[in-house]
């Protein structure tokens, strides 16, 4: 964790000190309110959250009158928070009953990291006693079934595979019947994420979750975005929202952007919590999200 911290607040803590260094100047006039808001903005922290934030942080050091570097960083910290939401379960949920293992879907567009989180994750769940199998429904991409694949025998997880070009549907529910056999306590989904047309996108992942379904619930579809696409991610994001109901967010490669701002801008877009962060290419570079530690992370 403590490492995972470093790593983040290496990335990160741009935003932060910049904003603190811009509060703690002696005079708030709209000049510095205004360069606040650009920080935000260029932190890919969106602009309806930016606004709010802004107007609340105003308010508060109106009230405060003079504020000492403790109280401003207080403050800030607070308001992020309040930003990200508190309420929200960010726990990966894994486990539908006992009859049939959890199954989790991981959805989002070609080079996003998608197959890298799937074996990730499953390294995770295995490290933690259960046994995974893994679908490599992502026919699209020739290579991603070898690399799915490799992960799975990295970590100790079967993968179901078909013919390269194969139909997606018809390996997800290899996958379930397979998990099921096997009595598997976690079955993990890799999809295909070509964004050329919505109907096609939308055909195929409904498709996908409805043979899922006939055999087990669906506990969890994760979109996985990529967190250095910025604004563009969050156009993909909400596609994706509409053709399949998401229930969590992976953002990646948070490693190679300062831009943290993008989870307080996706969750908000979605209304669906940031559930794990991926902070780099290795098998141990992916992490629950922690909005505390990662506020923290952010002002330093
Ligand atoms: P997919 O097409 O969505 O399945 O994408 P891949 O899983 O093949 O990942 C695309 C590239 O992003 C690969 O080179 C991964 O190693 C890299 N990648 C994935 N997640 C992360 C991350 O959290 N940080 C960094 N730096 N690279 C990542």
Do not use: C, Y
Request: aromatic share 2%.
């Amino acid at each position: 964790l403590v490492r995972l911290r470093a790593r983040l607040s290496r990335s990160q803590n741009a935003l932060g000190k910049g904003l603190l260094t811009l509060l703690s100047r002696e005079h708030l006039d709209e000049d510095t309110w205004e360069e606040i808001e650009d920080t935000l903005l260029t932190a890919d922290v969106g602009v309806a959250p930016t606004q709010e934030l802004v107007e609340r942080l105003r308010e508060r050091v109106r009230v405060l009158g003079t504020r000492t570097p403790d109280e401003l960083r207080t403050l800030l910290r607070e308001e992020l928070l309040n930003l990200l939401g508190t309420d929200f379960d960010r726990v990966v949920k894994t486990e539908s009953g006992l009859e049939t293992p959890g199954i989790v879907m991981v959805v989002g567009v070609n080079g996003t990291g998608k197959t890298t989180t799937t074996g990730k994750l499953a390294r995770v769940l295995v490290a933690d006693g259960r046994s995974v199998v893994l679908g490599a429904a992502d026919t699209f991409r020739a290579a991603a079934a070898d690399q799915l694949q490799t992960w799975g025998e990295r970590v100790g997880a079967r993968t179901v595979r078909g013919p390269e070009g194969g139909d997606p549907a018809s390996i997800a529910f290899d996958t379930v019947k397979e998990g099921i056999a096997e009595g598997a306590d976690v079955v993990l989904i890799d999809t295909a994420g070509r964004l050329h047309t919505k109907t096609g996108l939308m055909d195929e992942l409904g498709k996908v979750k409805r043979v899922v379904e006939k055999h087990a619930p669906l506990d969890e579809v994760l979109l996985v975005l990529d967190a250095t696409t910025g604004q563009n991610g969050l156009v993909q994001a909400r596609v994706f929202a509409e053709v399949v109901d998401i229930t969590g967010i992976v953002l990646t490669k948070l490693d190679g952007t300062a831009k943290g701002g993008i989870v307080i801008a996706v969750q908000r877009e979605l209304g669906v919590p940031v559930k794990l962060v991926g902070l780099g290419e290795g098998a141990d570079d992916l992490a629950p999200f922690e909005p505390e530690a990662f506020v923290d992370a952010l002002i330093g």
